[in-house]
């Protein structure tokens, strides 16, 4: 009997240690995960077309990361424009400051968030996804420019 209970120890140990951990990121808040250097990792927030609106006028840099047929029929005024397939290779150079907020926008908001998740992991900090159906909000509002 004391060899079944002594085998029975470690994975009762293991058990217990994984029931711990699960707890503990449970009680996690998922906006405040830290990066290895202590800093806390950005988040990507989803924006209304009026918080855009008030990211702009503040000093945000504005990404249009759709294409460039899309580009050409229209986009917002003061737009940056670098296509999703070439954001990893052009963000850099093109976006030189990664505390500078940035507004990223498509058409519906997928490669928006793509785009999003791209500059994250590239470092930058304020990153900000107009919400879907907000391009074509600014568009109605006379945002827009051809």
Do not use: K
Not at 110 to 116: D, I, T, V, Y
Not at 133 to 141: D, H, N, S, T, V
Request: hydrophobic letters at 45%; proline letters at 6%.
């Amino acid at each position: 009997m004391p060899i079944r209970a002594a085998r029975r120890a470690p994975l009762t140990f293991l058990l217990s240690l994984v029931l711990v951990t699960s707890v503990l990121l449970a009680c996690q808040d998922p906006q405040s995960s830290s990066m290895a250097d202590g800093t806390s990792a950005p988040t990507l927030q989803r924006v209304s077309t009026a918080q855009a609106v008030a990211l702009a006028q503040d000093g945000a840099r504005i990404l249009d990361v759709r294409s460039p047929a899309e580009w050409q029929a229209g986009h917002l005024r003061d737009a940056l424009h670098i296509p999703l397939d070439a954001l990893n290779d052009q963000a850099l150079r093109m976006l030189p400051d990664r505390q500078q907020p940035v507004l990223i926008y498509c058409l519906s908001g997928g490669r928006a968030s793509a785009a999003g998740e791209t500059l994250q992991a590239l470092g930058y900090t304020q990153i900000h996804v107009l919400r879907p159906g907000g391009f074509a909000e600014l568009q109605a509002a006379g945002l827009v420019t051809e």
